[in-house]
Each structure stands twice: as structure tokens, then as C-alpha cells.
């Protein structure tokens, strides 16, 4: 090759023309970046306004009643600790005697839906028996029924067993497996242990019962984890249910509690509930904070097969 042809070749114009696409390429990083940032700005804008009525609760909590609803925003001018020392002592019992209550039933429902449940998970995704498609559709399809629907009976049952106004209504029904959402949950998580496991106890001689306490109940962490979060979460906001059995003020659960901070005919202690509402948060603020990686595991290792 001549020293002509070799000028040629590294001449600036064919230098540029290799390095232009470089130069081009060097400008989307700088897009995907912008990109990028006005997504994360979106983001923290939509949380921010989905985490602005819990904001406000917690500031006006510290505010007197009568500036509560006049101001809008998240200053604070005037700390007020009163509400809470009011709250705590505004009903017929102190407010922890109330908590106490709520903490009775969930730890009874948590109890009932980690036993009940997943023994009948265990039952539809390893024994085999006569009807269980039929009855595991009927299960699935009580996931739909409203809860009215069962209301009246239930209430009709109970009272006539003398247990309204106990918090037997409220935690008896988890030690029978009626919420069939869990045990679908623990249904598809079983199904995804290898059944080799089950094959290698059945010849060290273990029968249903020890592998469902040897070898299953280790390997459902995630499962009855999440079993536990959600049973405690709605257990523990539930107002519905315990307004119908319990009537007598000292056996209310919490959110019948706050309940009783509203009064229709006179003026309404709202300083004294908000305050209360941020400590009955605590406990679920807890509970999620320290469960958060089993629910995402427990739900993310449970799909369909």
C-alpha cells in the first residue's frame, strides 16, 4: 500500500464520517436520563399525594379541635400534646383496654386461619378423596358470596348460642376455614413443593399428619407469613363485624372505639380521635414494616399452575 493510500484512509473527512454515529449515540443517554428523571418526579409527586391524608391525620393530631378543618395544609403552628392524654382517657375505659381487645381477636383470628387454612390447603393439594374439584369450586366461589348475604344467619346462629356480645363470633369462624382466599393461597404454594418430598417421608414411614408438620409447614414460611399479615390487617381495621356482635362498650375492639369519639348530638372530640387513630396505626405500620419481604415472597412464589 502506497503512502498516497494511506494519507487517504486516516484523512480528517474519513475520521469524521466513523465518529459521526458515536457523536449521535452520545445524545440518547442524555434522553433516557431526562426520561428517566421526569418519571421519578411523577412518582414522587403522585405518592405525595397519596400519602397526604395520612400526613395531615398525624399533623392534626397535634392541633387544638377548633383548627383542624380551618387549616388545610401540613405546618404546624402550635403543638398540642392534649389530644392525646384526652384520647387516651375520653372513654368509659382507658383507650389501651380497647387495644387489648382488638390484640384478643387478632391473635385469635391469626391463630385460627394459619391452623384451619392451611390444613385445608394441605387436604386439596395432596390427598385425594371423592368430590374434590366439586367442593375445591365451591370454596373458590365463596370468595364472591358477600358477607350479607350470610349476615342475618350467622347473627340468628350466634345469638341463639349466647355468644353475642362475645368475641367468640369473631374469632370461632378462622378455626373453620371460611376465609377461602388463604387457603387458595396455601393451595398454589403447596402445589409448587416437589411431591418427591412427600415420597421420601412416606418411606421413613411418616403418615399425612407428620409430613404436613415435618415437611410442609417448614417449607410454607412464606405462605403462612403472608397468611398472618393480611389476617392481622383486616382483622384489626375490621369495624364492621364487631359493631354487630359486640354491644357492650367494654368489649369494643378499636375501630368501634373511635366510633364513639362522634357524637350526632353534640360536638365531636375530633383532635382526641385523630390522636388515637395515629396510635391504633402504629401496630400496622409495625406488622408491614417488618413482614413486607415475606408478603412479596409469599405472594410472588404462589402463582397459578
Not at 387478632?106 to 394459619?114: C, H, Q, R, S
Not at 417448614?218 to 383486616?234: N, R, S, V
Request: glycine share 6%; with cysteine.
Amino acid at each position: 500500500m502506497t503512502e498516497t493510500q494511506l494519507q487517504a484512509e486516516t484523512s480528517p473527512l474519513t475520521v469524521g464520517a466513523d465518529t459521526a454515529p458515536a457523536q449521535v449515540d452520545r445524545g440518547r443517554p442524555v434522553g433516557r436520563h431526562a426520561r428517566s428523571m421526569l418519571k421519578h418526579v411523577l412518582l414522587i409527586v403522585a405518592s405525595f399525594v397519596m400519602i397526604y391524608p395520612l400526613l395531615w391525620l398525624v399533623v392534626s393530631s397535634f392541633r387544638p379541635t377548633d383548627v383542624i378543618f380551618r387549616t388545610p395544609g401540613l405546618w404546624l403552628n402550635d403543638l398540642v400534646l392534649d389530644n392525646y392524654t384526652q384520647g387516651w382517657n375520653a372513654l368509659s375505659a382507658p383507650f389501651g383496654h380497647y387495644i387489648i381487645n382488638s390484640a384478643i381477636v387478632v391473635v385469635g383470628a391469626v391463630a385460627g386461619n394459619l391452623f384451619a387454612c392451611s390444613l385445608a390447603a394441605y387436604a386439596f393439594a395432596r390427598l385425594r378423596f371423592r368430590f374434590k374439584t366439586v367442593l375445591f369450586s365451591i370454596m373458590l366461589v365463596t370468595v364472591m358470596l358477600p358477607i350479607h348475604v350470610v349476615l342475618v344467619p350467622q347473627y340468628i346462629l350466634f345469638n341463639n348460642l349466647g355468644w353475642v356480645n362475645t368475641f367468640v363470633p369473631l374469632i370461632l369462624p378462622k378455626f373453620l376455614g371460611t376465609d377461602a382466599f388463604f387457603v387458595f393461597l396455601m393451595v398454589q404454594f403447596i402445589r409448587g413443593i416437589p411431591r418427591e418430598l412427600d415420597e421420601a417421608a412416606r418411606i421413613d414411614g411418616c403418615g399425612h399428619w407428620r409430613i404436613f408438620a415435618r415437611v410442609m409447614i417448614p417449607l410454607m414460611g412464606p405462605a403462612l407469613a403472608t397468611t398472618a399479615i393480611f389476617t392481622f390487617i383486616w382483622t384489626w381495621s375490621d369495624f364492621f363485624t364487631p359493631l354487630i356482635y359486640l354491644t357492650d362498650p367494654n368489649s369494643y375492639t378499636v375501630p368501634v372505639a373511635l366510633r364513639s369519639f362522634l357524637d350526632a348530638t353534640s360536638g365531636s372530640n375530633w383532635g382526641a380521635m385523630f390522636a388515637m387513630s395515629v396510635v391504633t396505626l402504629i401496630p400496622l405500620f409495625i406488622v408491614f414494616l417488618f413482614g413486607q419481604r415475606f408478603l412479596v415472597k409469599g405472594i410472588a412464589t404462589t402463582g397459578g399452575k
